[in-house]
């Protein structure tokens, strides 16, 4: 049941009492959490467990003082066939969202070791239905969020779970890498979150939930009815393995002080450890900088057209070129997705570089009403490409599968062509999934059993 009517800010009205948490709500730092992937093999005990983890799960507009850990839940199109959604309103999602990740592997370039067929179980075998994330601040609120969840699913013995991943901000929250992560958020029109410098201007909140003027000026296409689509979103969930040793070891190998693989490594990514960009840093780290908010993402790179200072394939420009110039123009604002993504496993010593067969690594998590169609374009156009950078078949330094004798360029006089570049992160699983309103959970825990 709703609690209110729309909320206006910014001059922009949001059902922030009927949207998730987790789409307009930043991750806390330090972060605890889980996440959950559950098989429904009964259709009306599913439709009854949505029912009560609905009850669990927070919208925008809870205070974070009263919801410091909160549940999010997403469906595949798989699991909106368990439940049994009629066939008039599973006709009405979008195209790719009901062929699955592991269908799209050409089109999001998942070849060689990133092919479905490689993926841990139970990725890509049609079995997740169901996605339960769990967020929390503190690690009794974590513990205490998961143990409520698992307790309402053990009374249904027609759900399964099939995977569950913990997961945690590092050390001073950084990821896999040592790289303090999460910067460049879009600002959404009306979410109330707070804008920073160099945010750029607000985006319009349709590009981020269904059921709202987008970018075009119009509501993009929504599920139907309104009471399933109105104020859902688009998950992307890509689960990442980060081989930290052997990116160790390509900064040794190629450059022979601390420092220089500090800056070589800072080229790769764009930024420095402490998250304070080449752009406003470009010869050493300054970790007061990356910890300032209202600075450390304050930058353009119309004054670097020549990669000087950031090279044209660093992680970042790439997959933010700002005011790049770019050889194949594109529209950046449609592009943009709110990343919740979060970060598993122990950190593995700075100076190592062999591993130690630990798992460790990134979930990528994008959030969207173009989610799915941004990241099939960033894959397949700005990670495995570099063409519309005039990079030719330069790949991404950081999440791109390099083909054979790879190598990254850092511009200067001369350029220098740093060889032997690998892939450093390799994909072991994905799903896409619908994240519908807290209606929509009603609505789906309320389907008839005639359907």
């Known amino acids: 049941m709703r609690r209110g009517p729309f909320k206006r800010r910014n001059g922009v009205e949001l059902d922030l009492d009927d949207i998730q948490a987790t789409v307009l709500r930043r991750r806390p730092e330090p972060y605890y959490g889980t996440h959950a992937l559950v098989e429904i093999l009964d259709q009306q005990q599913g439709r009854q467990a949505l029912g009560l983890l609905r009850e669990q799960v927070a919208a925008v507009d809870t205070p974070f003082e009263s919801s410091p850990a ?82 309402r699913l053990a009374s249904f013995p027609g759900l399964r779970v099939v995977y569950q991943q913990d997961f945690g901000a590092q050390p001073g929250d950084r990821n896999a890498f040592g790289y303090k992560d999460g910067f460049t958020q879009p600002v959404v029109q009306g979410s109330g979150e707070p804008a920073h410098p160099g945010d750029g201007e607000p985006i319009k909140a349709g590009e981020f939930v269904l059921g709202y003027p987008s970018e075009t000026g119009v509501p993009l296409p929504q599920p139907q009815p309104d009471a399933l689509g109105r104020n859902g979103t688009y998950v992307v969930f890509r689960k990442y393995q980060s081989h930290v040793a052997a990116f160790n070891e390509y900064l040794h190998r190629n450059a022979s002080t601390a420092a220089a693989r500090e800056l070589l490594a800072a080229k790769l990514v764009g930024r420095w450890r402490s998250g304070a960009p080449l752009a406003l840093a470009p010869a050493h780290d300054d970790p007061d900088l990356g910890a300032d908010d209202n600075r450390n993402n304050d930058f353009r790179y119309g004054n670097d057209q020549q990669c000087l200072v950031t090279p044209r394939g660093a992680h970042i420009r790439r997959m933010n070129p700002r005011d790049t110039q770019m050889s194949i123009l594109a529209n950046v604002n449609i592009r943009r997705i709110i990343r919740r993504s979060t970060t598993y496993g122990t950190p593995l010593p700075a100076d190592a570089v062999r591993d130690d067969g630990q798992e460790r690594g990134l979930d990528f998590i994008a959030l969207g009403v173009r989610a799915i169609d941004n990241v099939e374009f960033l894959q397949s156009e700005w990670v495995s490409s570099g063409n519309f950078m005039g990079l030719g078949k330069e790949r991404d330094p950081m999440l791109g599968i390099q083909e054979r004798n790879p190598y990254f360029t850092v511009p200067g006089t001369p350029p220098r062509r740093v060889k032997g570049i690998q892939s450093f992160n390799t994909l072991r699983g994905g799903e896409y999934l619908f994240m519908p309103s807290l209606t929509a959970l009603d609505w789906l825990a309320n389907l008839p059993d005639t359907v």
């Open 70 to 151: 909160w549940t999010a839940v997403a469906i595949t199109y798989q699991g909106l066939v368990a439940l049994g959604v009629p066939e008039s309103s599973l006709a009405t999602f979008p195209h790719n969202f009901c062929e699955g990740m592991a269908a799209r592997a050409k089109q999001l370039r998942d070849e060689g070791p990133n092919d479905p067929r490689g993926w841990q179980p139970p990725f890509g075998s049609g079995r997740v239905h169901l996605a339960i994330s769990v967020y929390a601040a503190s690690e009794a609120g974590w513990q205490a969020r998961v143990a409520d969840y698992q307790s």
